[in-house]
């Protein structure tokens, strides 16, 4: 059975930083892309940023690029998401995705690419 446990999450003041970590389970982890997406209340889950099986390419949505950065470590069955600079607007709950694939240089970037999700984690940022 496959599980994403997300943590990290939590009260960061504007300018400040979180690293968010995804600890996957019940699956061959080095098969998977990896990916970040955010909600927030009444509006669609939207895409963070994506990382190959392999990690050797990232993908960032527009409003976090120079801020954010996505990484894995395969040994530990972990992804992560290093947020600095943060901004009122990254308050959200920050989910982790995951989809099994054969294609080493792909990064997915829409939610209905990913079969497995975590719980997610809440980010909020003060002004």
């Known amino acids: 059975q496959v599980q994403l446990v997300e943590s990290g999450g939590g009260l960061v003041q504007a300018g400040g930083s979180l690293r968010l970590s995804c600890a996957a389970s019940?699956?061959?982890?080095?098969?998977?892309?990896m990916g970040w997406f955010r909600q927030v209340p009444g509006k669609e889950r939207e895409f963070v940023a994506g990382i190959t099986r392999s990690g050797d390419y990232t993908d960032y949505a527009d409003s976090v690029k120079g801020r954010f950065s996505i990484s894995r470590d395969n040994a530990k069955n972990t992804v992560y998401l290093q947020m600095n600079s943060l901004e009122p607007e990254d308050t959200a709950v920050y989910f982790c995705?995951?989809?099994?694939?054969?294609?080493?240089?792909?990064?997915?970037?829409?939610?209905?690419?990913?079969?497995?999700w975590g719980q997610g984690t809440q980010v909020t940022v003060s002004s």
């Open positions: 019940g699956l061959t982890f080095g098969s998977y892309a």
């Open positions: 995705a995951g989809r099994s694939t054969i294609y080493s240089g792909t990064v997915y970037t829409t939610a209905q690419q990913y079969n497995y």
